[in-house]
């Protein structure tokens, strides 16, 4: 007699199975295992044949507590894809869920965590190595995809832009690697040899936009300087300067400063404070209650002097936080923080899932959107030097 039976193969999130009861196999697919309350699960999948009368491909949720929280059944179309989403509503129970899949007398199982928490947010990141560039140099671009699902697309477009926001050269693309990318640029063609003023670089990955604003010059020149700047511009924006030109604006701008004796004087006034550097960056268990990284442990980011406490002494939740820091390592996905005094700043961990933190290798640079100031608020002097590696343990449990 012969015998049947069901294959099941099993990737991670990517299911197949093969009835020979039906005739027929199928698999689906969700595209994450971890979930925030009001993200939406989406899932593919495809069928080998289609049946002989409409046959739909039924998806049932099961809760924690064993109810049934969904019931979606969708017909695969011609092409034998299907394809659905299930919206997580407000209020619905944190832990671990369970997905059956059935088509004709196949099934699949499979599961997904939903996590406590606010939704992390998602953004792409783009950073120059420098603001001001001249002819012959590299522009170096990175950037980072923030809590972006990149398994399908692997480029980021690049496109640059002049003051009139017309696009300056052909769109570039950064490779993707561990949701960061790269990408470099040398101004050496005609495009940059003929243009004088600022560029607008914009990375686009989906529907997520990041820009940054650096300054060109086709020869050495301090465009930072704001009387220079404005001697340039008085010559009506001309796209092509003649090196003739810069110089003698050179020697007419130091001519100025000679007459009204202004000199840059570089010696730092005595009242005024400097920016803020980190000088230590360390972990902690405060009840010691373990020795593994999780919720409720710290990581303390202490200055060498007092800041603005930018946030207030209120507890501040992520997305603020990240306002604040940007840390070298994936911290979890929810997390809070806080100023303790005006030179320590506190993260506490609410949850730990998926975190990359490591001692000995983690470092957090301040972020930069909301800025950290010295106490005088002065703008001139932000944070913004890397901290070293952390230190620090996450607790030692008392036997």
Same mark, same amino acid.
């Given at each position: 007699?012969?015998?049947?039976?069901?294959?099941?193969?099993?990737?991670?999130?990517?299911? *197949?199975?093969?009835?020979?009861?039906?005739?027929?196999?199928?698999?689906?697919?969700?595209?994450?295992?971890?979930?925030?309350?009001?993200?939406?699960?989406?899932?593919?999948?495809?069928?080998?044949?289609?049946?002989?009368?409409?046959?739909?491909?039924?998806?049932?949720?099961?809760?924690?507590?064993?109810?049934?929280?969904?019931?979606?059944?969708?017909?695969?179309?011609?092409?034998?894809?299907?394809?659905?989403?299930?919206?997580?509503?407000?209020?619905?129970?944190?832990?671990?869920?369970?997905?059956?899949?059935?088509?004709?007398?196949?099934?699949?199982?499979?599961?997904?965590?939903?996590?406590?928490?606010?939704?992390?947010?998602?953004?792409?990141?783009?950073?120059?190595?420098?603001?001001?560039?001249?002819?012959?140099?590299?522009?170096?671009?990175?950037?980072?995809?923030?809590?972006?699902?990149?398994?399908?697309?692997?480029?980021?477009?690049?496109?640059?832009?002049?003051?009139?926001?017309?696009?300056?050269?052909?769109?570039?693309?950064?490779?993707?690697?561990?949701?960061?990318?790269?990408?470099?640029?040398?101004?050496?063609?005609?495009?940059?040899?003929?243009?004088?003023?600022?560029?607008?670089?914009?990375?686009?990955?989906?529907?997520?936009?990041?820009?940054?604003?650096?300054?060109?010059?086709?020869?050495?020149?301090?465009?930072?300087?704001?009387?220079?700047?404005?001697?340039?511009?008085?010559?009506?924006?001309?796209?092509?300067?003649?090196?003739?030109?810069?110089?003698?604006?050179?020697?007419? *701008?130091?001519?100025?400063?000679?007459?009204?004796?202004?000199?840059?004087?570089?010696?730092?006034?005595?009242?005024?404070?400097?920016?803020?550097?980190?000088?230590?960056?360390?972990?902690?268990?405060?009840?010691?209650?373990?020795?593994?990284?999780?919720?409720?442990?710290?990581?303390?980011?202490?200055?060498?002097?007092?800041?603005?406490?930018?946030?207030?002494?209120?507890?501040?939740?992520?997305?603020?936080?990240?306002?604040?820091?940007?840390?070298?390592?994936?911290?979890?996905?929810?997390?809070?923080?806080?100023?303790?005094?005006?030179?320590? *700043?506190?993260? %506490?961990?609410?949850?730990?899932?998926?975190?990359?933190?490591?001692?000995?290798?983690?470092?957090?640079?301040?972020?930069?959107?909301?800025?950290?100031?010295?106490?005088?608020?002065?703008?001139?002097?932000?944070?913004?030097?890397?901290?070293?590696?952390?230190?620090?343990?996450?607790? %030692?449990?008392?036997?």
């Amino acid at each position: 007699m012969a015998k049947s039976y069901i294959l099941i193969l099993i990737i991670p999130f990517l299911l *197949f199975v093969s009835s020979l009861a039906y005739g027929t196999e199928f698999y689906a697919e969700i595209d994450k295992s971890e979930y925030f309350v009001e993200e939406t699960i989406i899932v593919s999948g495809e069928v080998a044949e289609l049946a002989e009368y409409s046959q739909s491909v039924t998806m049932v949720v099961v809760s924690p507590n064993g109810n049934i929280a969904a019931i979606i059944q969708v017909v695969p179309s011609e092409d034998k894809t299907f394809n659905f989403e299930f919206y997580i509503p407000e209020g619905s129970e944190v832990g671990t869920y369970e997905i059956r899949f059935q088509y004709g007398d196949a099934r699949i199982e499979t599961t997904f965590e939903l996590l406590s928490g606010e939704l992390p947010i998602s953004k792409i990141q783009i950073f120059t190595d420098k603001s001001s560039y001249n002819e012959l140099e590299t522009i170096s671009i990175t950037g980072d995809l923030i809590n972006i699902d990149t398994r399908y697309i692997d480029r980021v477009k690049i496109t640059m832009h002049d003051e009139d926001t017309n696009i300056m050269m052909p769109e570039y693309s950064g490779s993707i690697t561990d949701n960061t990318f790269s990408h470099s640029i040398t101004t050496d063609d005609e495009v940059w040899n003929n243009y004088l003023g600022d560029v607008t670089i914009e990375a686009t990955f989906q529907d997520y936009h990041d820009s940054i604003i650096i300054s060109y010059s086709p020869y050495p020149l301090n465009l930072s300087d704001e009387y220079l700047h404005d001697l340039l511009k008085d010559h009506d924006n001309e796209l092509t300067i003649q090196k003739e030109m810069i110089l003698s604006l050179q020697e007419e *701008f130091a001519a100025h400063n000679e007459l009204h004796d202004e000199t840059p004087d570089d010696t730092p006034d005595e009242e005024e404070l400097v920016a803020p550097i980190i000088i230590e960056l360390i972990a902690d268990d405060p009840d010691n209650g373990d020795d593994i990284f999780g919720v409720g442990d710290t990581i303390s980011i202490i200055f060498d002097s007092d800041t603005n406490m930018p946030g207030g002494s209120d507890t501040l939740r992520k997305p603020l936080t990240d306002n604040l820091f940007t840390l070298s390592d994936y911290l979890g996905s929810a997390y809070s923080g806080e100023w303790i005094n005006p030179y320590t *700043f506190v993260i %506490t961990i609410k949850n730990s899932n998926s975190a990359l933190i490591a001692i000995n290798s983690t470092t957090v640079t301040p972020a930069q959107i909301t800025l950290i100031l010295p106490a005088d608020e002065n703008p001139v002097n932000f944070s913004y030097e890397t901290s070293p590696v952390l230190s620090g343990d996450w607790g %030692t449990p008392t036997q």
